[in-house]
Nanobody, 122 residues
């Protein structure tokens, strides 16, 4: 069974940090780009960052530039989203998804995780 599983979400104070993980099972991530998306209540799903199969990162959300970074380790079949200087507006369910290339549009992504909740509040 092909599956992506996110972890690492939780409650953090404004200005804090979280590191989200995306683990693949049933397939290898080597040939896939991995995108992180987020969706807050009442809002559309938004692309945050994407990393290509070769490790090149692409930022889709101007609001996270300089605060969020994406990385991967193909040997571990893992991708991470490091989130620093978190703001209340970063609160959302965060999803990782796999595609052959990095795309802004979510419909290009074939495999999705179930999401992990990030809450930013004092």
């Amino acid at each position: 069974q092909l599956q992506l599983v996110e972890s690492g979400g939780g409650l953090v104070q404004p200005g804090g940090s979280l590191r989200l993980s995306c683990a693949a099972s049933g397939f290898t991530l080597d040939y896939y780009a991995i995108g992180w998306f987020r969706q807050a209540p009442g809002k559309e799903r938004e692309g945050v960052l994407c990393i290509s199969s070769s490790g090149d990162g692409t930022n889709y959300a101007d609001s996270v530039k300089g605060r969020f970074t994406i990385s991967r380790d193909n040997a571990k079949n893992m991708v991470w989203l490091q989130m620093n200087s978190l703001k209340p507006e970063d609160a959302a369910v965060y999803y990782c998804a796999a595609s052959y290339h990095c795309y802004t549009e979510s419909y290009y992504y074939m495999y999705w995780g179930q999401g992990t909740q990030v809450t930013v509040s004092s």
